[in-house]
């Protein structure tokens, strides 16, 4: 007979003609044997004793109970952002052995269950069970996505994200910030990086500002926004003075 572990099996002996011994795996045992066992193949035999009128006899059955079958569940809140956390939960029906979590061949058991923040891409989650005494291996996997993040970019001319007019010896202030990746400042095409927030006087003329951001391992780039400075040129001064006080008579020294 086959069974699978956990059903409760009952071994009955009996004879019409003398007393009987029940054997299982050549240990004697209680005449009925009922309970659960592990999985494996049993020999039980029943022996029927020799009487004053009968022979003995003996009769032999095998049970063979199998483990049972293991099974892994595993689900995530798969796809997020970055720095949005990511929770992967797994679970295995193997009550005797640990189940163990990997993430590309990483083992995360630790972070079964929890929320935690892992960098931008594609990673593949997997979980598994051992075989054990009375049950299967078993194993699944998921497919997590984390997307990279989008930079937070301002920019500013004189501390106002508009387009600006001052006059020649005025001071412009162009000034570029981000909460991630690098933040890059162009003039004419000409990276001024390392004017970002500083006070600088330009000849009159028109400067166009780019402002963008370069992305990294976890976040995106930030497409050029642009801002036009104008320079008008400065009033001449000029002045006209007279070497003796006016008004003056012909001819006087």
Do not use: H
């Amino acid at each position: 007979k086959n069974v699978t572990y956990n059903a409760t099996t009952n071994a009955t002996a009996s004879s019409s003609t003398s007393s009987v011994n029940l054997y299982r795996n050549g240990v004697l045992i209680s005449n009925s044997d009922v309970g659960i066992l592990g999985a494996g193949t049993y020999n039980y035999t029943a022996y029927a004793l020799e009487s004053e009128n009968y022979s003995s006899a003996n009769v032999t059955r095998i049970l063979i109970v199998n483990k049972s079958i293991s099974q892994c569940l595993i689900s995530s809140t798969s796809p997020v952002v970055y720095p949005t956390p990511i929770n992967v939960s797994a679970s295995c029906t193997n009550p005797e052995s640990t189940l163990q979590l990997f993430r590309n061949e990483t083992n995360v058991t630790s972070d079964n269950g929890l929320n935690v923040v892992i960098p931008a891409g594609t990673w593949t989650y997997k979980v598994n069970v051992s075989e054990s005494q009375n049950y299967t291996s078993a194993e699944n996997s998921t497919i997590v996505i984390v997307s990279k993040g989008t930079p937070l970019m301002t920019y500013f001319l004189n501390g106002s994200a508009s387009n600006l007019t001052i006059t020649y010896n005025a001071a412009a202030n162009a000034s570029v910030y981000s909460n991630a990746g690098t933040a890059n400042m162009f003039r004419n095409g000409v990276n001024v990086s390392s004017e970002n927030g500083a006070n600088v006087v330009l000849g009159a003329g028109n400067y166009t500002y780019t402002f963008n951001v370069t992305g990294n391992e976890n976040y995106t780039d930030v497409f050029s926004e642009f801002l036009t400075l104008t320079v008008d040129k400065g009033s001449a001064q000029t002045s006209l003075v007279f070497d003796k006080s006016s008004p003056q008579n012909y001819s006087t020294l």
